[in-house]
């Protein structure tokens, strides 16, 4: 976690990645070797189940992957096997398709992974590489590595090469990955759609800079007060030129923000609705707790008294509000405002009261469902900026809720894992860890 806070001070920082050296191909440092076995193997629950009965969690503890559940806990890879544990550190790592990958610093190169959550490595090459390579998982548990050149590693671990085409998201259902001929921030560097091993012009000009997101099928940015569609042209056009990607989005509709207004775009019919009467912000940048649900809905947070915050719901572009679920508590004021997160699954909303300064820190949790509504208080739990993966997750089913829940008074001090069901059952699954790790539900 500690490497964690340092890579986002850096971020913070506006740091630029650099280019060390000429590009060279990906070079394999060294085979990897087989991962010890765990003295209490489990298994990811292959069905269904009620509440958090058979609910398992990947978590990053250092440089492993692990399983915890009731049962207990089971290793299923460990980076830099055979290195001293200050030599390797994760950089990033992601749970899509029912896959997990991950990305490590080993001892001056990278090591890159793709597994099942069973602990079967589908694919897996340490590697050197000027600059700061990274990737792009796709829904399907694809990869679009950049590194000193380009690579896509398919779901079943099978390999393209992309040569000198570097992709700058993740592959698209259809196939397509946007690239870009070199590092894409430099100047002049030429664009495009990679597909079956052909590149084909980009629909529009991308800016030197440009925050690309894919959206379903769709990859978009953008640009001044207009939301631009890559593969198509679309614009669509805002109602000013500070608008801002509320969230990560999944499909055809965006959620999009600027201090004082909501617009939600339609990708395919090219419009722009607003979201009337935005709950007023108790926090300086206002895009942060907005969320768009599957159904439509636009969730926000609003002050309730002098010690509480009210998550709102709103099906009707904003005409009206309803309250969602319980109060929650207002988390410690770090300086940059407390607010709601909402985090939508199975029927199921997530509720997390969030607080901002030098990084994120969920406060307390509130599972809401059709049955009733359960909090839970973490005490100041620091989470990593996009929390997925984050300190917290829910089902998809929407059933079970896990979180670490601090067990002293310092925010990256130890913590336990604990469940939380829809009927308001806790369990402890591990205690004490001395620091908490990122997760995810298994699906």
Known sequence: MKRALLALFVAAC???????????PLQPLEPTTPVEQPTKPIEPPKKPQAGCTGKTVVVLDGASFKLLNAAGTKTLF????????????????????????????????????????????????????????DFHMGEDGSLALSGATGMLVRPDG????????????????????IVAKGRSWEAGVEKGVWQAGVVRPLAVALPQYVDLQVSGRHGIFVEGSTLVSVLDGRRITLPGPNFAIAQQPTGNFVLLLDDSAAVIADLVA??????????????????????????????????????????KRSADLGATWADFGEPMMLGTDFGLGQWLHAVQRGGSVLALSMSTGYGHFLHEIQLITPAGAHRLATKSIYV??????????????????????????HFLGAADLVFLDAAGQTQVITSAASEPGWLRFVP
């Not at 506006?14 to 060279?24: H, L, Y």
């Not at 290195?83 to 790592?93: A, D, F, I, K, N």
């Not at 099978?158 to 990955?177: F, H, I, K, N």
């Not at 990593?384 to 008074?409: H, K, Y």
């Open 78 to 133: 460990t980076f830099g096997q055979g290195q001293g544990s200050e030599e390797v550190g994760v950089m990033q790592w992601d749970l899509k398709g029912g896959l997990i990958a991950g990305m490590a610093y080993v001892d001056g190169g990278r090591e890159l992974v793709l597994l099942k959550p069973d602990g079967t490595v589908l694919f897996n090459q340490r590697f050197t590489s000027p600059g700061s390579p």
């Open 270 to 311: 090219g419009t722009a609705r607003p979201v009337a009467s935005m709950p007023k912000p108790n926090r300086r940048y206002h895009w942060w707790d907005a969320t768009l649900q599957t159904d439509g809905a636009v969730f926000a947070s609003a002050a309730s008294g002098e010690e509480n915050l009210q998550l």
């Open 384 to 409: 990593n900026v996009d929390m997925s993966p984050g300190a917290v997750d829910l089902a998809d089913d929407g059933q079970c809720a896990a979180t670490w829940v601090s067990t002293d008074d």
């Open 14 to 24: 506006g740091r630029t990645p650099s280019i060390e050296a000429p590009v060279q």
């Open 158 to 177: 099978t390999t393209r090469d992309l040569g000198a085409w570097l992709p700058m998201a993740p592959a698209l259902p259809s196939g397509e990955v």
